[in-house]
């Protein structure tokens, strides 16, 4: 919503609630998601069975659609208490909605819970691949329980590195009074926030590259969707098309041939 010198959300109200609302739902989404999968890891690795069966690929649709729900419901507030300040740009003018985004939305639901919650499902279902061993399961399903439980941890190790520093930092933020006299100390703070959330965004671009790297099973299953299947399928629809060219040129060849004749 920025372009050619111009924020949309600091001159239309509309892109301004728009943009909140898409930030904070898609933000709850990430994290959830990333808990998801920490939660359903610990599930399908579970020594007990009535707790392997809740791993189904139905119960984990069902609770992703339901989670999507509830984070776009929770952010429909944004679209009645969200106004365009002249100092302060596009943000919450109720205080009380206010007080909730910074100490509640930014710290706890964006923050300390999502990195509670996978780093303890995601160190138990590392605990259960690493001590539990059922005979009854094939040396390649271990193998993938293994494997899967790796990509969770590198996965949930990245979210705490990157989100913990913007966490610490907003809370440092907070709890301490900046002097606006002191302009070195200003621009200090403004850079570590910086590069804080420069680090919290990459939260959301770093799954693929990360399970790319630390998942051959995944880098085969990537080539074989980019290569096998997408780059195939182009190739045979050019040749296609190529083989209708040379057909109807070959067929215009043989009227103007006729009509010489």
Known sequence: MYGFGNDLTQISLFCCRLRALFVQSFTLISFG???FAAIDQYLST????????????????L???????ICILHGIPVLFLFEIHSTYGC???NIIFFNYITYFYYLILTGALPIIISTIFSVLAYQNVRHIVRRHMSMSRRKLD????????????FLV???LPYVLQRIYTL?????????????????????????YFLNYTGS?????????RFRRQVKHVFIHKYWRTYCSKRIRQNQVGVLSQCSISENDLQSVH
């Open 146 to 157: 293994q494997q899967l439980t790796a990509m969770i941890l590198i996965r949930v190790g």
């Open 46 to 61: 579970s020594y007990y069975p009535f707790l392997r069966q809740k791993s189904t690929i139905q119960l984990a649709k």
């Open 175 to 199: 709890s301490t009074s900046i002097n606006n006299s002191n302009i070195m100390s200003q621009a200090i703070v403004q850079l570590i926030a910086t590069i804080t959330s420069s680090f």
């Open 63 to 69: 609770l992703t659609i339901i989670a999507i729900i």
């Open 33 to 35: 998601v990333v808990c």
């Open 91 to 93: 943000y919450a003018y």
């Open 161 to 163: 590195i990157m989100t």
């Open 208 to 216: 693929f590259y990360l399970f790319l790297i630390s998942s051959k």
